[in-house]
């Protein structure tokens, strides 16, 4: 096959559509990694119906960052997050989550313990959502 004949020409592009195909696979998130991250942030907002908040806090960090190591090491690619739908996403969550959070302080203050569980649960359940959908952005946007 001679390199400036047709034949050399598809053949490379269907090598570079193989690649293609092979690192879209590998900066594919790990499906366990939105639900570690929404379990995380359930369990941080029901942490003030089980008392000291400085440790809820330190061990929501530190199970933030060895997942995030963890999603890493077995990606074997780190992509930035970027673009404006990105950012608005992420600003919506922290919104969201923070709320939950003040929730379930007022649903304590109100001594209705047991009813942490709701707004835990709806923390857990849109962060695994945006977590999702942040990451589906960020590839878009990296592939771009």
Do not use: C
Not at 29 to 37: G, S, Y
Not at 111 to 128: D, G, K, N
Request: charged letters at 15%.
């Amino acid at each position: 096959m001679e390199p400036h004949s047709p034949e050399h020409a598809s053949a490379m592009l269907d090598q570079l559509r193989d690649d293609r195909v092979r690192l879209n696979a590998m900066t594919e998130t790990p499906w366990w990694v939105p639900i570690a991250f929404g379990l995380i942030t359930g369990v941080w907002v029901a942490s003030p119906a089980v008392g000291d908040r400085t440790v809820g806090y330190t061990m929501a960090l530190v199970s933030v960052a060895v997942l995030v190591l963890l999603a890493r090491r077995q990606m074997g690619v780190k992509l930035r997050i970027s673009g404006a739908s990105v950012w608005v996403l992420a600003v919506i969550w922290l919104a969201i989550t923070l709320t939950a959070y003040s929730v379930a302080l007022g649903l304590i203050s109100l001594q209705l313990t047991a009813w942490v569980a709701a707004p835990a649960l709806a923390a857990a359940a849109v962060t695994a959502g945006m977590a999702r959908s942040i990451d589906r952005r960020a590839r878009a946007a990296a592939a771009s």
